[in-house]
């Protein structure tokens, strides 16, 4: 077997490879073995149909399976010889002249690049800290998720504060609105998790009570089918329930695992602190790879293109509420989101490129053991059996994909421990 590379450009490859007509000779008798124990044809019995015959009402058959399996029993071979790892499908076109016989491969590669300078990058970087106001307001958060939800005492109606249980219906010029209804809908008052109008009108309500409520939605609002309208709204209040907030105490830290307050109050502190750290890593790394990729010409192979992109696009398709729009207005959010995709795959991808060639060149990797290790850590964050966690993850093949991933964090680590971040004043 001849194998013979072209450079079309800097991501496209051209694979020519030719194969002894001996190795042809055996693929052909093979498709002719299993075809004379096939073939029926009439007035012969199975397994004693002449060749001739054969090769004669098979013709095309054979052909076509014959130039299948040259690829199919050869091409990875070839790529592997040609050191050749495809970003997607080859595109084959066949050889068939008298004295050559075998197929011409056209590949996307990732390309080869000169890594800029990684090292000693300048990042500044906002000085973080954390608030006694900060802290308190974490406590506050924790004092009403850990808050008692009771019935409400007395006949008052709904206030500030209470958790609400609505029934309503949407209505438009009289008729209701498909799809702008429920039975049962949750409110904290005071939240601001609805628009302020209808807030505002729960404000007073006793169970059972019956009431209108015109809401106006602006016309940035998400829901297109309603941006721009007036809708009016049928509620009856169902339940109203409100919270008793445990005191803030020794016991209530103890109940967070703290011994008492004081260590309840450096222990959240810790915690935010650690937070803000996490975020600023995040933003350090970002700028880090904003100057790598401004900093080097990445031709990106069109084939990775489209399929990130593609990805994209159906995961915000399972977004959108695809059943409630006209297939023009589909077709435009389609349009949109492709564009908008487009250059993010396209930075994202090039990124990956640069995170990969750093890593070879600087020999960080993972082996089995670090892959073992994430899967049983990503168990215990889920709390999900580690045996259920590792067969998801060989089932649907994606060891190569988490072994990516760490050898990405272990990368930009890198780089981040070699920049020079500065905090500004």
Do not use: W
Not at 29 to 51: D, M, N, W
Not at 64 to 71: S, T
Not at 155 to 183: H, S
Not at 239 to 249: A, F
């Amino acid at each position: 077997m001849k194998v013979q590379v072209e450079n079309i450009d800097s991501v496209k490859k051209k694979v020519e490879v030719v194969l002894p007509e001996e190795k042809i000779n055996v693929i052909r008798e093979s498709i002719y073995s299993e075809l004379q124990k096939q073939a029926k044809i009439k007035g012969f019995r199975p397994g004693k149909v002449p060749r001739p015959m054969i090769l004669s009402y098979y013709k095309e058959y054979i052909d076509d399976e014959l130039k299948k399996r040259m690829v199919q029993e050869t091409m990875y071979e070839a790529l592997d010889e040609a050191k050749i790892n495809p970003v997607g499908q080859p595109v084959v076109d066949f050889v068939d002249e008298e004295d050559r016989h075998g197929y011409v491969l056209e590949c996307e590669v990732i390309p080869d690049i000169e890594l800029p300078a990684y090292k000693g990058i300048e990042v500044e970087v906002e000085p973080i800290g954390v608030s006694d106001d900060e802290v308190a307001k974490r406590i506050d958060g924790l004092q009403h998720m850990h808050a008692e939800i009771v019935a409400k005492e007395g006949d008052r109606g709904a206030q500030n504060g209470d958790l609400v249980i609505i029934k309503y219906q949407g209505y438009e010029d009289g008729k209701p609105v498909k799809g702008i209804e429920t039975e049962a809908y949750p409110v904290e008052l005071g939240s601001s998790t609805t628009m302020p109008e209808f807030e505002s009108a729960l404000m007073g309500m006793k169970e059972n009570e019956e009431k209108e409520i015109p809401v106006s939605f602006p016309d940035d609002y998400p829901d297109k089918d309603i941006a721009k309208k007036t809708l009016q709204f049928k509620v009856t209040m169902k339940e109203i329930k409100e919270k008793h907030l445990p005191e803030i105490n020794d016991e209530f830290a103890k109940d967070l695992n703290f011994e008492n307050m004081e260590e309840m109050h450096k222990g959240l502190r810790d915690e935010i602190l650690k937070e803000k750290e996490n975020i600023r890593n995040k933003e350090i790394a970002q700028k880090i790879m904003d100057a790598l990729t401004g900093g080097v010409e990445i031709p990106v192979p069109k084939t990775l293109l489209e399929k990130r992109i593609e990805m994209m696009m159906e995961d915000a398709k399972s977004r959108f509420k695809a059943d409630r729009l006209t297939a023009e207005e589909a077709r435009a959010i389609e349009e949109r989101f492709r564009k908008d995709f487009e250059k993010s795959a396209e930075t994202r991808i090039k990124a990956e490129i640069l995170i990969t060639k750093i890593s070879e060149k600087e020999g960080i990797n993972a082996d089995e053991n670090d892959v073992q290790e994430r899967i049983k850590k990503i168990a215990e964050d889920a709390k999900r059996p580690l045996s259920d966690v590792r067969n998801f993850y060989e089932q649907y093949n994606l060891l190569n994909n988490l072994r990516s991933n760490i050898i990405e964090e272990r990368t930009i680590n890198f780089l981040r421990d070699n920049a020079m971040i500065k905090e500004i004043s």
